[in-house]
């Protein structure tokens, strides 16, 4: 689906929320809902069942699609990063060892940071959490750090959600996508190598990488989904 077909069909879900809308983009987008879900397997516990956290993923997907406001000039796919990444650690947590206040305290801060990303944009202050949690905000800095140590195997894709500022998140996923796509590079054609190297290292747009491969944008757009694919199936 090349750039313009994306925006036409975020236009059509806007207008029809429960319609086939919402099926094409759950379809274009779940190569990334599967990927976040197959990075935080890697991290958890050796019992934690892959389907439970694909479909974390994947309601942490529908819930990103529904909330998101394509005018506010965000990036969907960080948006929805936050937003599966989060949904995969509220499943992981339910096995916690917290007590329930404790639990309550925590998914309070959560739900503000949520709620802050949401209405501004952006990660909330120390000063702004702890104003509407009704916390000190030393007490918010060691509710965060307990939310961070919870599921110590998650560390890696905790602490990024957590702390880290927009423009940092997506260049984080962009590495970690560009990694898992070096180490699957001799396995692809020449073709796909290529189109490895311009729009994931050289950061053309979908249009500039299809007109040097000669194929229009919507096949760019379907060869770049069947090497996402191929990254995740190996």
Request: hydrophobic share 35%; net charge negative; charged share 30%.
């Amino acid at each position: 689906m090349s750039d313009d077909e994306l925006t036409q069909v975020w236009d059509w879900y806007q207008a029809d929320p429960n319609g086939e809308a919402l099926e094409l983009l759950v379809a274009h987008y779940e190569p990334l809902a599967r990927y976040l879900a197959r990075r935080a397997l890697a991290k958890a516990p050796a019992h934690q069942d892959r389907e439970d956290l694909l479909s974390y993923a994947h309601h942490g997907l529908l819930d990103a699609i529904r909330r998101f406001e394509p005018g506010r000039g965000i990036k969907f796919e960080t948006y929805a990063s936050r937003r599966i990444t989060g949904e995969i650690i509220d499943g992981l947590r339910k096995q916690d060892p917290l007590s329930r206040p404790m639990r309550k305290r925590v998914s309070a801060v959560r739900d503000a940071q949520r709620r802050s990303w949401d209405q501004l944009g952006r990660d909330a202050t120390l000063e702004e959490l702890a104003a509407e949690v009704g916390e000190s905000v030393l007490e918010v800095r060691g509710l965060l750090v307990q939310q961070q140590t919870l599921n110590k195997e998650l560390d890696e894709t905790t602490t990024g959600t957590l702390l880290a500022n927009q423009s940092e998140e997506v260049e984080r996923e962009e590495d970690e996508i560009i990694v898992g796509l070096s180490q699957i590079l001799p396995q692809l054609s020449e073709r796909d190598r290529v189109l490895v190297l311009l729009y994931y290292c050289e950061k053309q747009s979908l249009r500039d990488t299809g007109k040097q491969l000669g194929v229009s944008d919507s096949r760019c757009a379907q060869i770049r989904r069947e090497v996402l694919q191929a990254m995740l199936n190996r």
